[in-house]
């Protein structure tokens, strides 16, 4: 929920130095479905502190598994994985099927371009918001 | 004015709020209910890779739930929130407790070892500044229990499990539902939740 908001006032900032035209272009579009996309992940996970789930700042170029503070499951630890756009759409379209035994119970984003917005999204908080948290 | 007219809105719809309480309390007895039955004839026959999963997926929603009720308990310890609201969120509350109890239950029959409630959680208490802020926090939990139970109902292996998630759902899309109403806002904004 403090994801969200502070997303949304990032979308709105965007908006306003875009030229204060409140139609989004593409991009904007884009973000906006991302961080509608980012509501089913909020049961779990936040993008500043670990809950359910681990946290999603700092998450873009890590290592799966690593982040300090977070238990995470013996799978994902030792899945290899590397978070980028490609590592972050195979997971999110079947986490149990990339990597059976994480204990994230979600059955995925089944619409590509659903995933396509929520990376975008996270990529766009992780540059903009989250400045170190997470590392 | 414009302060006036929403502070009206909102009181009217906390009233209502409050007069739906009691019905809603005895749903989720009932709701518990059917719960329990379900729950108590969890154990298929299924392979042990897939109870392995059925725990691992029980337990996430273990944890979640536990939040759940440590949110409240900061709700209700906050000071914020009026005599008029405190007990539904209470009951609210109780709900989240009784899901601990029936998806621990599951975790334990299927051989598991239920997830502990942490310590302590990260809640954003900086940015709970009023009641408001209270419930909308709530509801933002509750409306990301939705979709993570969405999100686990395909994935049982016994799907006595995802029955009972799915009345759990219901529960606790009624609580987002009732929330949003009191905020002032369309409780159900869409046919479809995923």
Redesign the interface.
Known sequence: ??G?RIGRLLLWLLAGAAGGALAADAADELLVRGENVY??????H?LT?????PRHCGLIGRRAGTDPGYQY?PALADSGIVWNAESLDRFLAAP?DRV?????????IADPEDRRAVIEYLQHANREYCNGIGG | MRHKQFHSAFQNSRRRFLQTTAGTTLSAAGVAVVSGLGLSSALADVGDADVQKDIRILNTAVAAEHEAVAAYQLGADSGLLTKAVAPTAIAFQSHHKQHVDALAGAVRKLGGQPAEPKAEYAFPVDKLESERDVLEFAAGLERGAVSAYAGAIPLFADRTLSGAAASILADEAMHWAVLRQVLGLDPVPGAFFS
Do not use: N
């Open positions: 929920m403090k969200a509501q089913r992940c909020i049961g779990c936040s502190v670990h809950r359910t789930g499951s149990l059976p035994g994480t204990t994230m119970g979600f059955a995925g």
